[in-house]
T-cell receptor
Framework: NAGVTQTPKFQVLKTGQSMTLQCAQD?????MSWYRQDPGMGLRLIHY???????DQGEVPNGYNVSRSTTEDFPLRLLSAAPSQTSVYFC?????????????FGSGTRLTVV | QQPVQSPQAVILREGEDAVINCSSS?????VHWYRQKHGEAPVFLMI?????EQKGHDKISASFNEKKQQSSLYLTASQLSYSGTYFC??????????????FGGGTRVLVKP
């Protein structure tokens, strides 16, 4: 049982480049979300999805796109990377079918934009 | 709409107790608590759904005062393994309604021998 899998674990980008961070879960969770965590800071919500085909913005959505074509996958696209997007990115999933169920986080992607 | 956590940091000796507080300016549906070790992902500890409900995880427990929109996490007889950063997360609706889980700034806990 893999849980939430994020790839890659580390990435260095040049300013202006684009890339996609991958997130996949094998728990059949309806709810998936992306967070970024800057050094010494809390987690800020970027985008989230309550099911395939349904996405919405979080607190800091600018510069990022998402889509949800399947229940399992929720990729995060950086359109034109900027140094301000240097951060650790976490994907999380949860079920909407059980009241009181927590979120499972992936191990994170450490992104540096130079 | 992010919850506010206090204190920002706590240093304990093994066996001592500590309380971490989380407050919201808006009515809450639930409060989550997570612990994050350095360089790792946050790990779910517990969720509180009803006002006044207390839950426990080992010797870590929490309460939720719905009227005051506050939750507290209690670290009792702390162990070295309790070291890490604790985050509270708050939800205003249930997930299927397009809910967002937003986090406080975290409380760094260091337990010394």
């Amino acid at each position: 049982n893999a849980g939430v899998t994020q790839t890659p674990k580390f990435q260095v980008l040049k300013t202006g480049q684009s890339m996609t961070l991958q997130c996949a879960q094998d728990m059949n969770h309806e709810y998936m979300s992306w967070y970024r965590q800057d050094p010494g800071m809390g987690l800020r919500l970027i985008h989230y999805s309550v099911g395939a085909g349904i996405t919405d913005q979080g607190e800091v959505p600018n510069g990022y796109n998402v889509s949800r074509s399947t229940t399992e996958d929720f990729p995060l696209r950086l359109l034109s990377a900027a140094p301000s997007q240097t951060s650790v990115y976490f994907c999380a999933s949860s079920t909407t079918g059980i009241v009181g169920y927590g979120y499972t986080f992936g191990s994170g992607t450490r992104l540096t934009v130079v | 709409q992010q919850p506010v956590q206090s204190p920002q940091a706590v240093i304990l000796r093994e066996g001592e107790d500590a309380v971490i507080n989380c407050s919201s300016s808006k009515a809450l549906y639930s409060v989550h608590w997570y612990r994050q070790k350095h360089g790792e992902a946050p790990v779910f500890l517990m969720i509180l759904l009803k006002g006044g409900e207390q839950k426990g995880h080992d010797k870590i427990s929490a309460s939720f005062n719905e009227k005051k929109q506050q939750s507290s996490l209690y670290l009792t007889a702390s162990q070295l393994s309790y070291s890490g950063t604790y985050f509270c997360g708050t939800e205003f609706h249930f997930k299927a309604a397009g809910n967002k889980l937003t986090f406080g700034g975290g409380t760094r806990v260091l337990v010394k021998p």
